[in-house]
């Protein structure tokens, strides 16, 4: 690595880590979550950066040496169709083939009463949640996959084998492009590790949100046994996914276990009691986790401030980030803020005024990371993203 | 973790349990916790596949 590289890549990791720590770096840290944008940058394709995924990385790794940012994620648009057309996912829609090629992959919620775990099914899951994906909800995902019992093909074990190798390529790859950023770049990978809330994936993957509202309210000691069942085994799925230094955090990417797609008493009595000690046990193990909150989680932050100072980084997504500020930014850093839609349809000089006001408002004591607030498409502009770039290193300095 | 959680019925990382796969082997004469180790190991690579399924794809 040059030596205005390694130096450059201590600047930022020293800057990146110090505001996830709620500390006050040299300057404003930028860690822009780019998934399509890349694509748009490069030259790409949605569909070449979903299908081939060392285009995707080639994309990061473009963004990250034209733009000053101190970290990045190896590869934001995460889910690799490669890998799901291995294994025959149902629940992808994958740019030039279902849908355009300019279009980012779509997940599809299958009707309610096509869930992927019929309400029959939770005593089967809470007994053996590893068997149950294993036998039952993998072959139901599937188009290939068959449960075992049901009369074996050629294809059924190719898509066991081809996914499991597909699986293990694609993860190896983010450790060569981690060192890739930071030899070629100085760029920091700005995260490491995934989570999600029992509660979550029990909307997202199994029950789909409908149901999973229908057994909220006919079936709610089910539901929290689920939940409880899932737990240790998400915990441990983010433990041995995260940073081994434990430096940049594990994400946990929040969905719709919020208030008003749930109530609070669903969310004070099943998603927080299944959910904090996760968090508690991930800092215990010395891991911060950045709650990655879509939509609007504002109504709970009293629940989220009972977290332990600087175990979490609280990304903004439509909440008001200066009421988020006032009040948890003394227990921990925040980033986010920038909408996707001034990225998208303003003007540079739009940018550089929001830019300003969360500077303003937001990271004057530090523990601030510039960011939009959500995963950033095709649609956002590229001037708009340099003119976010220029102004937060201009004017984000301490 | 709450009280169903601490007692999970096959623990994180495990598919088939060494207990279960041993009794299938013939007397381990040599290293048994190696053979051991390395099928905890092995197994736990389809342990992840399984759980990647469903967190990250």
Same mark, same amino acid.
């Given at each position: 690595?040059?030596?205005?590289?390694?130096?450059?890549?201590?600047?930022?990791?020293?800057?990146?880590?110090?505001?996830?720590?709620?500390?006050?770096?040299?300057?404003?840290?930028?860690?822009?979550?780019?998934?399509?944008?890349?694509?748009?940058?490069?030259?790409?394709?949605?569909?070449?950066?979903?299908?081939?995924?060392?285009?995707?990385?080639?994309?990061?790794?473009?963004?990250?040496?034209?733009?000053?940012?101190?970290?990045?994620?190896?590869?934001?648009?995460?889910? /690799?169709?490669?890998?799901?057309?291995?294994?025959?996912?149902?629940?992808?829609?994958?740019?030039?083939?279902?849908?355009?090629?300019?279009?980012?992959?779509?997940?599809?919620?299958?009707?309610?009463?096509?869930?992927?775990?019929?309400?029959?099914?939770?005593?089967?899951?809470?007994?053996?949640?590893? &068997?149950?994906?294993?036998?039952?909800?993998?072959?139901?995902?599937?188009?290939?996959?068959?449960?075992?019992?049901?009369?074996?093909?050629?294809?059924?074990?190719?898509?066991?084998?081809?996914?499991?190798?597909?699986?293990?390529?694609?993860?190896?790859?983010?450790?060569?492009?981690?060192?890739?950023?930071?030899?070629?770049?100085? !760029?920091?990978?700005?995260?490491?590790?995934?989570?999600?809330?029992?509660?979550?994936?029990?909307?997202?993957?199994?029950?789909?949100?409908?149901?999973?509202?229908?057994?909220?309210?006919?079936?709610?000691?089910?539901?929290?046994?689920?939940?409880?069942?899932?737990?240790?085994?998400?915990?441990?799925?983010?433990? !041995?996914?995260?940073?081994?230094?434990?430096?940049?955090?594990?994400?946990?990417?929040?969905?719709?276990?919020?208030?008003?797609?749930?109530?609070?008493?669903?969310?004070?009595?099943?998603?927080?009691?299944?959910?904090?000690?996760?968090?508690?046990?991930? /800092?215990?193990?010395?891991?911060?986790?950045?709650?990655?909150?879509?939509?609007?989680?504002?109504?709970?932050?009293?629940?989220?401030?009972?977290?332990?100072?600087?175990?979490?980084?609280?990304?903004?997504?439509?909440?008001?980030?200066?009421?988020?500020?006032?009040?948890?930014?003394?227990?921990?850093?925040?980033?986010?803020?920038?909408?996707?839609?001034?990225?998208?349809?303003?003007?540079?000089?739009?940018?550089?005024?929001?830019?300003?006001?969360?500077?303003?408002?937001?990271?004057?004591? &530090?523990?601030?990371?510039?960011?939009?607030?959500?995963?950033?498409?095709?649609?956002?502009?590229?001037?708009?993203?340099?003119?976010?770039?220029?102004?937060?290193?201009?004017?984000?300095?301490? | 973790?709450?009280?169903?959680?601490?007692?999970?019925?096959?623990?994180?990382?495990?598919?088939?349990?060494?207990?279960?796969?041993?009794?299938?082997?013939?007397?381990?004469?040599?290293?048994?916790?190696?053979?051991?180790?390395?099928?905890?190991?092995?197994?736990?690579?389809?342990?992840?596949?399984?759980?990647?399924?469903?967190?990250?794809?």
């Amino acid at each position: 690595m040059a030596k205005d590289t390694e130096a450059l890549y201590a600047e930022r990791f020293s800057r990146y880590t110090t505001a996830l720590r709620n500390g006050r770096p040299d300057k404003v840290p930028i860690r822009p979550f780019v998934a399509e944008f890349t694509a748009k940058y490069a030259g790409y394709t949605c569909q070449e950066v979903t299908q081939d995924f060392q285009k995707a990385f080639d994309a990061a790794c473009k963004c990250a040496a034209d733009f000053d940012w101190d970290a990045v994620v190896g590869n934001m648009v995460y889910v /690799w169709t490669g890998l799901t057309q291995a294994m025959g996912t149902k629940y992808y829609a994958a740019p030039g083939v279902e849908i355009s090629a300019d279009t980012g992959f779509q997940y599809l919620e299958p009707p309610e009463d096509e869930a992927f775990m019929p309400p029959e099914d939770y005593d089967a899951l809470i007994e053996d949640p590893t &068997g149950y994906l294993l036998n039952v909800w993998l072959p139901r995902i599937s188009s290939d996959i068959v449960a075992p019992g049901e009369p074996n093909t050629e294809r059924n074990n190719l898509a066991l084998v081809k996914g499991g190798m597909a699986m293990m390529q694609y993860f190896s790859g983010f450790g060569v492009q981690g060192q890739r950023l930071r030899e070629e770049c100085g !760029t920091v990978s700005a995260i490491a590790g995934i989570l999600k809330a029992p509660l979550d994936i029990l909307a997202d993957k199994l029950r789909g949100y409908l149901g999973l509202c229908t057994d909220l309210m006919e079936r709610p000691k089910k539901v929290l046994q689920a939940c409880e069942a899932l737990q240790p085994h998400l915990a441990h799925v983010a433990l !041995t996914s995260a940073d081994p230094a434990k430096q940049v955090p594990i994400t946990m990417w929040m969905h719709r276990s919020c208030v008003p797609f749930i109530s609070f008493d669903q969310f004070d009595t099943i998603y927080w009691p299944t959910m904090k000690p996760i968090i508690e046990t991930l /800092w215990g193990e010395g891991y911060q986790v950045m709650l990655y909150a879509e939509g609007k989680w504002g109504a709970h932050l009293d629940r989220f401030a009972e977290l332990p100072d600087a175990s979490i980084i609280y990304h903004c997504d439509k909440d008001d980030i200066f009421e988020v500020h006032s009040k948890i930014g003394h227990k921990f850093a925040i980033s986010g803020g920038m909408p996707n839609t001034v990225l998208a349809f303003g003007t540079p000089d739009e940018v550089r005024e929001r830019c300003k006001a969360i500077i303003d408002g937001v990271a004057k004591d &530090g523990g601030y990371i510039m960011d939009a607030s959500a995963i950033m498409q095709n649609t956002a502009r590229v001037e708009n993203v340099q003119a976010m770039t220029d102004f937060t290193r201009e004017y984000g300095v301490y | 973790m709450t009280k169903q959680a601490d007692k999970p019925k096959k623990r994180p990382g495990v598919c088939i349990p060494w207990d279960e796969k041993v009794k299938e082997l013939p007397e381990i004469t040599g290293d048994a916790e190696l053979v051991q180790r390395v099928w905890e190991e092995t197994d736990a690579l389809a342990y992840t596949y399984v759980w990647h399924c469903l967190v990250s794809f």
